[in-house]
């Protein structure tokens, strides 16, 4: 299969992955304690599939100190998009309201334009989660193998952070096609980064591929420094350690 059906077929996963979380937010309500669990779980994921195939496969194409000055640039460039995201304290409220409703957690309710800027608010922080993922896993498209643990990763936090999105939306008046349509619309556009990852850096030198692999690598544990083990924390902190070991022995036995 080509980079580019291969690269197309995993982002239209990606983004169904966004669609899922929307439908059972529309239909359900989880307990805290469960939607914590799952956070941290994909968490460690995430931090395996990091740690066991971006990392490693970098260093490898990009050798040790490319890979070093990646993993600062990426790191460094999601802060700075998320400082940028949450500039004043009614932002990073509307930032982090997807992670409260998660939780099940009540929101207050809101209307007219506020409603249409705290959707739009969840919206760019799922961008700004999601892109620098699916260009992570295109990239292991485009190095010739997909990345499991990364991919599982993924999915679980796109199921969860997507209904989070979805349940402050649907509760502040808008409809549940409206939540549902948002959602989707993300999706495509994450679904575009997977297949940018994994068609326009396809045939670059190894050095180049091994450097985006390493800055994509810095953006998602940025990702899951700053928007997931810190908000799981704050539901089940008892438990994060060992919902996050789990996570990242799942993604040691995906790789």
């Given at each position: 299969m ?6 197309l077929?995993?982002?239209i ?6 669609l899922?979380g929307a ?6 309500k989880?307990p805290s ?5 799952i956070?941290?779980f ?20 990009a050798?040790?100190w490319l ?14 998009a ?6 004043d304290?009614s932002?990073e ?12 957690q009540?929101m207050t ?5 506020a ?9 760019a922080?799922l961008?700004v989660?999601?892109v620098?993922?699916?260009i992570?896993?295109?990239l ?5 193998a997909i990345?499991?643990a990364l ?16 349940q ?6 808008r ?7 948002l959602?989707?619309?993300?999706g495509?556009?994450?679904?575009a ?6 068609t326009?850096?396809?045939d ?8 985006a ?16 083990i ?15 070991v789990l996570g990242?022995?799942?993604g040691y036995?995906?790789t």
């Amino acid at each position: 299969m080509s980079n580019l059906g291969a690269s197309l077929g995993w982002g239209i996963v990606i983004g169904a992955s966004l669609l899922l979380g929307a439908v059972v937010a529309a239909a359900i309500k989880l307990p805290s304690r469960v939607a914590a669990i799952i956070t941290a779980f994909g968490g460690g994921i995430l931090l395996a599939a990091i740690a066991l195939e971006l990392v490693p496969e970098a260093d490898e194409m990009a050798g040790v100190w490319l890979t070093a000055l990646g993993l600062l640039v990426g790191t460094l460039a999601y802060v700075g998009a998320d400082a940028w995201l949450t500039r004043d304290k009614s932002a990073e409220t509307m930032r982090r309201s997807g992670h409260a409703a998660a939780a099940g957690q009540p929101m207050t309710m809101h209307s007219g334009d506020a409603d249409a800027a705290r959707g739009e608010s969840i919206a760019a922080g799922l961008f700004v989660d999601g892109v620098p993922e699916s260009i992570a896993l295109g990239l292991t498209v485009a190095e010739g193998a997909i990345g499991f643990a990364l991919l599982v990763g993924i999915l679980v936090g796109n199921v969860v952070e997507a209904y989070g999105a979805a349940q402050p939306i649907i509760t502040g008046g808008r409809s549940k096609r409206f939540a549902i349509g948002l959602l989707g619309g993300i999706g495509i556009a994450l679904a575009a980064a997977t297949v940018l990852g994994g068609t326009v850096l396809a045939d670059a030198s190894p050095a180049l591929i091994g450097s985006a692999q390493a800055i994509a690598a810095g953006a998602v544990l940025a990702v899951v420094s700053i928007s997931i083990i810190p908000h799981a924390f704050s539901q089940v902190s008892s438990l994060v350690a060992s919902a996050s070991v789990l996570g990242f022995i799942s993604g040691y036995l995906l790789t």
